[in-house]
């Protein structure tokens, strides 16, 4: 089963949508599961995991129903509130959907101290015992605080989102890929291969650009703990479905079938447990 670990939907909302700038005006629209059927299909893509881009309890349901209404999306990962007092019972009451497999924060947008905050590990923590994952989306910045989450709370399933988001516009790379070899060492941790298009120049990148930090991830987390993802329609504003697909599927060939079947598909559905 071929699987795209990263991908959002949305009914556009220009106030609570502001983080989409003008340059990104391309996607200024809804973006819902019968945009994205027939990309996957010319892709041989069998199905999706959504992933929250709104920080509210309404848009993990709005989530949940479109896995419910359409076979392509085979999980959720959603938002939920990480210092709610009532966070137990709100993981309860999602735990009995089968659809929701995790959650994530949009980290990137806190401060660089944010997942290292002992009020917010202890709200991740709890995940642990409903067996839901977090994703982990962040800025190279913040890698010291992610690598001391994932230290302090070893019975959760992490994945880093878009490679932690590396600053390959202006090729830097040293300070991001010694993190990266240290989270990696953590066993409870996963890397999302998606992303990199928009951390690149949106209108002058090439594959070449990308197979450095590629390099990195594959060092480090090895072929069983990589999961693509499209990151589409954010990827739209740098390149179509296809050209991310096809940055990744270069990259692995060498490797083999085995190592391709993992990374775009086994891996996620042992992640999500799709």
Request: charge should be negative; include cysteine.
């Amino acid at each position: 089963m071929m699987i795209d670990a990263h991908q959002h939907f949305w009914l556009y909302n220009p106030e609570r949508d502001s983080w989409i700038t003008d340059e990104m005006a391309t996607i200024r629209r809804d973006f819902l599961p019968a945009d994205l059927e027939p990309v996957l299909r010319a892709n041989g893509i069998d199905g999706c995991v959504a992933v929250q881009a709104s920080q509210s309890d309404d848009e993990t349901l709005f989530l949940l129903g479109l896995a419910q209404a359409y076979e392509i999306v085979r999980g959720v990962v959603g938002w939920v509130d990480l210092l709610a007092d009532n966070l137990y019972d709100k993981l309860e009451s999602y735990s009995q959907f089968e659809e929701i497999k995790g959650f994530r924060h949009v980290a990137q947008a806190e401060p660089d101290d944010f997942l290292m905050r002992p009020e917010v590990i202890k709200g991740i923590k709890q995940l642990a015992a409903f067996d839901f994952t977090y994703d982990i989306l962040i800025y190279p910045t913040q890698l010291k605080a992610a690598l001391h989450l994932v230290r302090a709370a070893p019975d959760v399933t992490f994945v880093i989102d878009h490679l932690a988001k590396p600053y390959i516009k202006t090729k830097e790379i040293n300070r991001w890929s010694n993190w990266m070899a240290e989270i990696a060492k953590q066993p409870n941790v996963s890397c999302k291969v998606s992303g990199m298009v928009t951390e690149a120049d949106w209108h002058n990148w090439s594959k070449a650009d990308f197979f450095p930090y590629l390099d990195v991830v594959f060092d480090h987390f090895g072929p069983d703990r990589l999961l693509f993802g499209s990151d589409w329609p954010v990827c739209l504003t740098a390149a179509d479905y296809t050209q991310v697909k096809t940055i990744v599927e270069d990259y692995v060939q060498p490797w083999g079938d085995e190592v391709r079947a993992k990374v775009f598909g086994q891996n996620a559905t042992a992640f999500y447990r799709l």
